[in-house]
């Protein structure tokens, strides 16, 4: 079957394809882009929807921003405040400098407990220090238990987005993964009938495995809670069943005061997945006894997240509670889908958070993978100006490359060099101008425009023609004209 | 009134028309237009691109070229955006704060063309002929950086002959970003595709907008694909009259 040999897509920045490559296969795979297309645009529309019945939508998206940056400029403290009330409540806090440090830790948790199978909820966190692997291979099972991540797991395929990550597969592609991997040829691909084969092989690691993984959507300062909001049942299963309970959470998930969630959930759900709530939200503090996980650990993961606080324009990042609505309203991202960002964390917050994170230093491509059309600023919950921060990133990029020789004689970077010269003088201008009108005859056909360029001019050329230049500039135009008929 | 034309480098080289469209249009509607000369680029493609030293040195230029200019028009949305949203950073970068009370000063008075007829001018019939069936387009800069809003519909609903088709995802973009065209060139042309089925679906005569650089973007590919329907400036259907139709280009 053919969505089995789909080649396996690489979200490792370190090792995967620079975008504008990526992309390819994507392109010439027009049952993943329909896929793609069809499901953000479903989503997007309920969004829609629902943020027109909010009269105060921008009010919220204020609140929420204000919150946000409140928590990341005060981070410390309020990280700080997490770990005493978290550890007053009974639980246990970590702090992991790096995915590394994070990996051994809930590994050494593990095997404290003798652990040798592990549930999961959805976390996305877990899939950028790539946890599942690393457990695996030291010798933990890892079962997921949210319905797109088991069809994720058991088909050997990557998360394509951040709230549905198997968004790129369809129903039948699902169908043929469960067929195959739960043994149940005579399955078909009616959506009752694949969430109940996935329910009966979920049930029995619900009620055998006693240690369970989390991510947390937020962390509460005040009361030292923890937050995990989702559609499925799934989590609160993961919540209440195990003996011990490990969250994973970045630093930056942190929330002052238990009421700022007022603001959140309401933003969250109507921006993630088009309700107006989430199906469930789990609030839990350290232990109960007698109620839940008697064991509570919170793995705090840095990861470079400290030095993108560090910095004023790129700190907004952080604020983001990952509702993608950014990449279900991206028009790039509804044309490539989430592999091509080769990182867990697609899109365009992922452009511009997968180059900052540790060990992320290769992807100096994805600032560059959006046409700047300020869609996802437009849609963003907390206000994270995307744009602004993809031109920082921009300029550090061609900062650095700038640099090397090979650049000289980059097409690109020569024509951006020349223009500043053409630029800085109208006459050099209105010079060039000429020339390239000059120039430009030989590539103009007998229609007045231009068909093929070389360089850099035929990416253009390759599925755009140009108009050919015009004999008379404006400028050329305004000085010939009589001073009387002004 | 008097206002000078900011034509922008590309309007200059490829779309003359559109700024004889403008000076038609202003000149009828009783603008005493000024156009300074020494105009070049206001940096855009360099600040999008990461190319910020040379950014720099355009946003400095023509703040110092237009500080002494009363009113200054743009018929291009993606510059006023870049003048609007990137040089308050890129300014305040530089640190000079001559350059930064001379660029404060000039902010306000900066004017996309339709501001400046509707909020300026304060018209909205400006006394146009166009008739043809029109679709417009609404490029990202001009809906989200400019919120232009209402405007460009006000001065199309009174364009007299004029029949306005709806265009569906009016919003979304159409792949052109600059040099992300020919960076990224294959999602570029995908989401062209897209919007071109869009635009090519209204089965309007012409699509408008009010930046040229979306239009050259779809004029090439409406070319390529011998679409049958052409781009056009919203200045020149507003410039276009019973007895003086728009100027007919290539």
Same mark, same amino acid.
């Given at each position: 079957m053919s969505p089995a040999a789909e080649e396996h897509a690489i979200l490792d920045p370190a090792l995967a394809k620079p975008f504008p490559q990526a992309v390819l296969p994507v392109l010439r795979n027009p049952q993943l882009r329909k896929n793609v297309a069809h499901a953000i645009d479903v989503i997007q529309g309920k969004r829609a929807k629902l943020v027109a019945e909010k009269a105060d939508w921008q009010e919220l998206r204020t609140a929420a921003a204000a919150i946000r940056s409140h928590a990341l400029d005060n981070l410390g403290f309020y990280l700080e405040q997490f770990e005493a009330r978290c550890t007053v409540a009974g639980g246990h806090v970590h702090w992991a400098a790096d995915a590394a440090e994070a990996r051994q830790i809930i590994l050494d948790l593990l095997r404290q407990e003798g652990a040798s199978e592990v549930i999961k909820i959805k976390t996305m966190t877990s899939a950028e220090i790539q946890l599942n692997p690393f457990l695996e291979a030291s010798g933990v099972r890892t079962y997921e238990t949210d319905l797109a991540e088991i069809i994720l797991q058991l088909g050997d395929q990557e998360p394509s987005h951040i709230v549905v990550p198997a968004l790129h597969i369809n129903r039948a592609q699902v169908r043929e993964i469960f067929a195959r991997k739960m043994g149940l040829e005579n399955l078909s691909d009616d959506p009752k009938e694949l969430t109940n084969a996935a329910r009966t092989y979920l049930r029995r690691k619900f009620l055998d495995v006693p240690t369970a993984i989390s991510g947390a959507n937020f962390?509460? %300062?005040? #009361?030292?809670?923890? &937050?995990?909001?989702?559609?499925?049942?799934?989590?609160?299963? +993961?919540?209440?069943?195990?003996?011990?309970?490990?969250?994973?959470a970045g630093i930056e998930k942190v929330l002052p005061r238990f009421q700022d969630l007022e603001v959140m959930l309401q933003l969250l759900a109507r921006s993630a997945t088009g309700e107006r709530m989430n199906p469930y939200t789990s609030l839990w503090t350290g232990v109960a006894p007698g109620d839940g996980p008697q064991n509570f650990h919170v793995v705090l993961l840095d990861n470079g997240r400290s030095s993108i606080l560090a910095r004023p324009t790129h700190r907004q990042t952080l604020k983001c509670i990952r509702c993608a609505a950014c990449m279900n309203t991206c028009p790039v991202y509804r044309q490539t889908g989430g592999h091509a960002y080769g990182s867990v964390y697609p899109g365009p917050i992922g452009a511009i958070?997968?180059?900052?994170?540790?060990?992320?230093?290769? %992807?100096? #491509?994805?600032?560059? &993978?959006?046409?700047?059309?300020?869609?996802?600023?437009?849609? +963003?919950?907390?206000?994270?100006?995307?744009?602004?921060?993809?031109?920082?990133?921009?300029?550090?990029v061609v900062n650095q490359e700038r640099k090397q020789v090979g650049r000289i004689f980059d097409p690109m970077y020569l024509g951006l060099r020349m223009a500043n010269v053409l630029f800085s003088k109208a006459w050099i201008f209105h010079t060039a101008q000429w020339f390239g009108r000059i120039g430009l005859r030989f590539f103009t056909g007998k229609d007045g425009w231009i068909h093929w360029l070389p360089s850099v001019g035929g990416k253009w050329t390759q599925t755009r023609d140009l108009r050919g230049l015009p004999s008379q500039t404006f400028h050329g135009w305004w000085a010939s004209r009589p001073k009387e008929g002004k | 009134m008097r206002a000078s034309l900011f034509i922008t480098c590309y309007n200059d080289t490829l779309y003359p028309e559109t700024g004889r469209a403008v000076v038609r249009l202003l000149e009828r509607l009783g603008v005493e237009l000024d156009f300074n000369s020494k105009q070049t680029c206001c940096g855009q493609m360099h600040a999008n691109t990461g190319f910020r030293a040379e950014a720099f040195s355009q946003a400095k230029r023509l703040v110092r070229l237009y500080q002494d200019t009363e009113t200054i028009v743009v018929p291009s949305s993606s510059c006023v955006a870049m003048i609007r949203d990137q040089y308050p950073t890129l300014i305040h970068e530089l640190g000079n704060a001559e350059l930064q009370s001379q660029f404060t000063a000039l902010l306000p008075r900066i004017y996309e063309l339709s501001e400046f007829l509707i909020d300026k001018l304060g018209v909205d019939d400006v006394g146009a002929y166009f008739p043809h069936r029109v679709t417009y387009h609404a490029s990202c800069h001009g809906v989200r950086a400019l919120h232009l809003g209402q405007r460009p519909f006000r001065l199309l609903g009174k364009v007299r002959g004029l029949r306005y088709l709806e265009l569906p995802n009016i919003d979304r973009c159409c792949g052109f970003g600059g040099t992300f065209s020919v960076k990224n060139a294959e999602v570029s042309s995908a989401m062209l595709a897209v919007k071109l089925q869009d635009v090519v679906a209204t089965g309007a005569e012409y699509c408008t907008a009010l930046d040229n650089s979306c239009l050259m973007h779809l004029g090439g590919a409406m070319h390529r694909q011998y679409a049958g329907m052409k781009t056009i400036h919203m200045a020149q259907i507003l410039a276009s009259t019973e007895t003086s139709p728009v100027e007919v280009t290539a």
């Open positions: 962390l509460i %300062a005040e #009361s030292g809670g923890v &937050a995990v909001v989702e559609s499925e049942g799934n989590g609160r299963m +993961c919540l209440t069943l195990p003996k011990t309970m490990i969250t994973l958070l997968t180059p900052q994170l540790a060990e992320m230093h290769h %992807a100096q #491509s994805l600032p560059f &993978a959006s046409s700047l059309c300020g869609a996802c600023y437009e849609v +963003c919950p907390v206000k994270i100006n995307i744009p602004e921060v993809l031109l920082e990133l921009r300029s550090e | -």
